[in-house]
């Protein structure tokens, strides 16, 4: 049996988020000392582990209780965590094609300000200096 502080040391959590995550249910069957502390066995180590993944998914807390909670029915709810899992997986593949167009951004606007600082181009990007809206357009097209 594990205490709190050691479970959250394993899996890298904070000591709060264990306890968060116990108190929202998701970890069934919680045992407790004979002083009413958590303690953690392998399996109740397992759901936290699950849980700290779907919310390094993006999942939220209450998706992450209703999966908890179907996975404890059994095999009658496959259907639905697979459908929880199916609509997350959208999820963090939208969030992930989004981080490409940053990194892209990024990338181009770090390639802009290297040229100004090489003095390969002159500065245009201080929009203080900008002369109309259709420059600032301009200036913002030629950047991405």
Not at 10 to 17: A, G, K
Not at 70 to 87: C, Q, W
Request: charged share 35%; proline share 2%.
């Amino acid at each position: 049996m594990y205490t709190v502080k050691v479970v959250a040391e394993m899996l890298d959590l904070t000591e709060h988020t264990v306890r968060f995550y116990t108190d929202k249910g998701l970890v069934p069957d919680l045992q407790r000392d004979k002083n009413n502390n958590r303690v953690f066995d392998e399996q109740a180590i397992n759901w936290l582990r699950g849980a700290k993944y779907l919310k390094k998914c993006g999942m939220s807390m209450e998706d992450i209780k209703k999966y908890v909670d179907l996975s404890l029915k059994g095999e009658s709810t496959i259907e639905d965590r697979y459908e929880i899992i199916r609509k997350q997986k959208e999820v963090v593949l939208a969030q992930l094609e989004e981080a490409k167009i940053m990194a892209e951004y990024i990338t181009n606007k770090e390639k802009l300000y290297y040229d100004i600082v090489k003095q390969v181009i002159p500065d245009n990007t201080n929009p203080s200096n900008w002369q109309s809206d259709m420059e600032c357009d301009l200036k913002l097209a030629q950047q991405q």
